[in-house]
């Protein structure tokens, strides 16, 4: 699936927060969107997975307005992994990524073998399978980001939107999450905290900056020292390792 936003803008009252802001995605490409915190990533994402609507722009799937779907139609195009999830029921692990399922039901209709078999399975690939019967609300929060993966898992879109989803993962979980994502048949947009992990997962990155772009390329073209200077105002070093994969190294 191709992602494209095209001129997007959004304002909290006088403070424009996103200003003019396009990105695309091309099919199962994994693109990241980096900079520093109140840059305006997580508000485009929201504009792309419909949170939000812009005040201007507009996204499109496949050539064709997100605004003309109507919600069950694009949730059948877009699944989210958020930064933030709660319930205020006491959901159990299997039931909230059966939620997962509903945008592929009619209304009133009930979950049945194909749902489940799905659900087992996007549980066991995100190594959850034993939680199945757990309440949602006792995991921690690295385990509830790996069920919410799950449930994106489950909905079995063309197109996957991470909002900094590796937040509340140690490093073990953080490789393997994005080691799954990136093996997934789909066109994936991230917002994306850590400048290595965007290095090693990242086909292409988008740099945003006060609500602008103000740099897109591969991790090589894009990661360099004078740019994370400009951006995050911090020296670093850029180095290879032994297998030829860059690493940044902080000051």
Same mark, same amino acid.
């Given at each position: 699936?191709?992602?494209?936003?095209?001129?997007? %803008? &959004? /304002?909290?009252?006088?403070?424009?927060?996103?200003?003019?802001? /396009?990105?695309?995605?091309?099919?199962?490409?994994?693109? !990241?969107?980096?900079?520093?915190?109140?840059?305006? %990533?997580?508000? *485009? *994402?929201?504009?792309? #997975?419909?949170? &939000?609507?812009?005040? %201007?722009?507009?996204?499109?799937?496949?050539?064709?307005? *997100?605004?003309?779907?109507? #919600?069950?139609? /694009?949730?059948?195009?877009?699944?989210?992994?958020?930064?933030?999830?709660?319930?205020?029921?006491?959901?159990?692990?299997?039931?909230?990524? &059966?939620?997962?399922?509903?945008?592929?039901?009619?209304?009133?209709?009930?979950?049945?073998?194909?749902? #489940?078999?799905?659900?087992?399975?996007?549980? %066991?690939?995100?190594?959850?399978?034993?939680?199945?019967?757990?309440?949602?609300?006792? $995991? /921690?929060?690295?385990?509830?980001?790996?069920?919410?993966?799950?449930?994106?898992? @489950?909905?079995?879109?063309?197109?996957?939107?991470?909002?900094?989803?590796?937040?509340? &993962?140690?490093?073990?979980?953080?490789?393997?999450?994005?080691?799954?994502?990136?093996?997934?048949?789909?066109?994936?947009?991230?917002?994306?905290?850590?400048?290595?992990?965007? @290095?090693?997962?990242?086909?292409?990155? #988008?740099?945003?900056?006060?609500?602008?772009?103000? @740099?897109?390329?591969?991790?090589?073209?894009?990661?360099?020292?004078? $740019?994370?200077?400009?951006?995050?105002?911090?020296?670093?070093?850029?180095?290879?390792?032994?297998? !030829?994969?860059?690493?940044? *190294?902080?000051?």
């Amino acid at each position: 699936m191709n992602v494209k936003a095209e001129d997007i %803008k &959004l /304002s909290y009252g006088a403070e424009a927060i996103l200003k003019g802001v /396009s990105m695309e995605a091309g099919n199962r490409e994994f693109v !990241g969107l980096i900079g520093p915190n109140g840059s305006g %990533k997580s508000t *485009l *994402l929201k504009c792309v #997975y419909r949170v &939000l609507s812009p005040d %201007k722009g507009a996204v499109f799937l496949d050539g064709k307005p *997100l605004k003309d779907m109507n #919600y069950k139609t /694009s949730a059948r195009s877009l699944g989210v992994v958020a930064q933030h999830n709660y319930y205020n029921f006491d959901f159990s692990v299997r039931e909230v990524v &059966l939620m997962g399922r509903s945008p592929h039901k009619k209304a009133l209709e009930r979950d049945n073998a194909e749902d #489940y078999a799905i659900v087992a399975e996007a549980l %066991k690939t995100v190594g959850m399978a034993e939680f199945a019967d757990r309440s949602f609300s006792t $995991l /921690s929060g690295g385990e509830q980001q790996r069920v919410i993966l799950a449930r994106a898992l @489950a909905q079995q879109t063309p197109c996957l939107i991470l909002d900094e989803p590796t937040n509340h &993962l140690d490093i073990t979980h953080q490789l393997q999450l994005l080691k799954i994502v990136k093996k997934l048949d789909a066109t994936v947009i991230s917002a994306i905290h850590d400048l290595n992990i965007a @290095a090693m997962f990242c086909d292409r990155i #988008y740099v945003l900056k006060n609500g602008e772009i103000v @740099a897109q390329g591969t991790p090589r073209e894009i990661l360099t020292r004078e $740019l994370i200077r400009e951006i995050y105002e911090v020296e670093s070093d850029i180095v290879e390792d032994s297998k !030829g994969n860059m690493h940044i *190294l902080f000051y």
